[in-house]
């Protein structure tokens, strides 16, 4: 089927809620691999997968209805880095959400960003859709949700220096977006959380009732007191810096 003129005018920031590429072919009345070509998606399903300046201009060309105020950082444990072959980001994608439909019995994939070892962005969650998980209703209902590939607990993984980047580069953009100053309450750890009462309890819990997540390793610790010390700053920077560029 030939590509029409009407396939140029989509643009994956236009992307929305339910669509998949085959639905889009069709609305637009081109093949799939013409549609990906003309518009440079990459896209599989719900999934986009974006290097960092792609996500940075489909976050600053999208406005979102939903108020979003804190924003979360998570680690998946498993699947880690031996589970990630280089390029099967749509294969751990798929995964991860068939997991959490059929298993968890969550109606979609839990988080809205995930981030991969070679420093990839995907968004499948909508943001206008609050993620599921977990951490609880009182960090989702304004929360963003942010899937760090990788087991980041002390002895396990060691996280790249591509997704090192892509992580303070994310949460700086959104940062900027949302209208946020790097802190406690806006930057949050799984780790904060209590796994049965769902409260914001920071560093006053018992280990069993919290999970480790972002990881024990995760920039330096999981304790507030390692994300204001290792974690803030760097985001802090990047915003400077990101702020100046956009000048």
């Not at 990906?36 to 986009?48: A, S, V």
């Not at 105020?69 to 680690?75: G, T």
Request: with cysteine.
């Amino acid at each position: 089927m030939p590509v029409y003129a009407s396939a140029n005018q989509l643009n994956v920031n236009e992307v929305k809620e339910g669509d998949t590429l085959p639905s889009i072919a069709q609305s637009y009345e081109a093949t799939i691999d013409d549609l990906q070509q003309t518009n440079g998606l990459n896209m599989q399903g719900q999934h986009i997968l974006m290097t960092r300046e792609e996500f940075k201009n489909w976050l600053f060309n999208n406005e979102f209805t939903r108020e979003i105020s804190l924003i979360q950082q998570h680690h998946t444990w498993l699947p880690a880095y031996a589970q990630f072959k280089g390029n099967n980001h749509f294969q751990m994608l798929e995964s991860m959400e068939n997991f959490h439909k059929s298993e968890m019995g969550w109606n979609n994939i839990a988080q809205n960003i995930t981030t991969f070892p070679d420093g990839k962005i995907a968004v499948s969650r909508p943001f206008n859709s609050a993620p599921e998980g977990t951490i609880g209703p009182k960090a989702n209902a304004n929360g963003l949700t942010i899937e760090n590939i990788g087991n980041f607990d002390i002895g396990n993984d060691t996280m790249t220096a591509e997704q090192k980047e892509t992580i303070v580069y994310l949460t700086a953009l959104l940062c900027i977006k949302f209208g946020l100053t790097p802190s406690v309450d806006s930057i949050t750890y799984h780790h904060w959380w209590h796994l049965k009462t769902k409260e914001r309890v920071l560093d006053n819990a018992q280990d069993y009732d919290v999970k480790t997540c972002p990881g024990t390793g995760f920039f330096g610790g999981n304790s507030t007191e390692s994300a204001k010390k290792y974690f803030y700053p760097l985001v802090s920077q990047k915003i400077e810096q990101l702020l100046a560029e956009m000048k």
